[in-house]
């Protein structure tokens, strides 16, 4: 069952802000929202997550919604090396020896 | 921070050979990794866990026989893909548990190609 829905793919102008959607209306109370992203032929690198509080670290910006059925990731000034494909996971934060199980993502492609 | 080594990151092999593929953690201990397969254009697809010193756990679909996960030490996992066929041809990706804040680290990846 996909617990999160993203679009497939965006495009976003160089040095823009690049806003990534991602929905995940069944999320349990203490399921946090996690980021990764794979660009291309690399292994998936993480990227920021949060569970209620909108949380920036120095890649980017992670805003939920107070129901936290909804969080948008904000890279601020997109990048081409930013062009890759972005997960959006939801888990629990100490969920033991468990896999990360990844959907689609959305494929983001910086355009210059 | 936590560093996860793959290699090859790419490899070319004869159809009907064996090929083996391996994940290390470089500064900490992972007695946990796990073992992903990525077609083009598709997300990662989980194939099996892998605990040190015990039997792998595989994924409903995914033939232990022919994919031959070993983790005997606490550094190391490796993974044979047996009698390879042109099918199996795919981009391989190992993960670790690690102890960062969000608790996985990624290799690099292996892309396979089966002629």
């Known amino acids: 069952d996909a617990k999160t829905t993203q679009p497939t793919s965006m495009d976003c102008a160089e040095g823009r802000a690049a806003n990534l959607p991602c929905n995940h209306s069944t999320i349990s109370g203490n399921e946090y929202v996690y980021w990764y992203r794979q660009i291309h032929s690399q292994g998936p690198q993480y990227i920021i997550h949060?569970?209620?509080n909108n949380e920036t670290n120095e890649m980017a910006s992670l805003i939920i919604t107070e129901d936290r059925k909804s969080s948008t990731l904000i890279l601020p000034h997109a990048t081409l090396r930013d062009t890759a494909v972005y997960y959006c996971?939801?888990?629990?934060?100490?969920?033991?020896?468990?896999?990360?199980?990844f959907g689609k993502g959305t494929r983001l492609s910086v355009i210059a | 921070g936590a560093v996860v080594s793959q290699h090859p990151s790419r490899v070319i092999c004869k159809s009907g050979t064996s090929v083996k593929i391996e994940c290390r953690s470089l500064d900490f201990q992972a007695t946990t990794m796990f073992w992903y397969r990525q077609f083009p254009k598709q997300s990662l697809m989980l194939m099996a866990t892998s605990n040190e010193g015990s039997k792998a756990t595989y994924e409903q679909g995914v033939e232990k026989d022919k994919f031959l996960i070993n983790h005997a030490s606490l550094t190391l996992s490796t993974l044979t893909v047996t009698s390879a066929h042109p099918e199996d041809s795919s981009f391989y990706i190992c993960?670790?548990?690690?102890?960062?804040?969000?608790?996985?680290?990624f290799g690099s990846g292996t892309r396979l190609t089966v002629v």
């Open positions: 996971i939801v888990r629990v934060e100490d969920s033991g020896n468990t896999p990360l199980v």
């Open positions: 949060g569970l209620k």
């Open positions: 993960s670790a548990r690690d102890r960062t804040v969000h608790g996985y680290t």
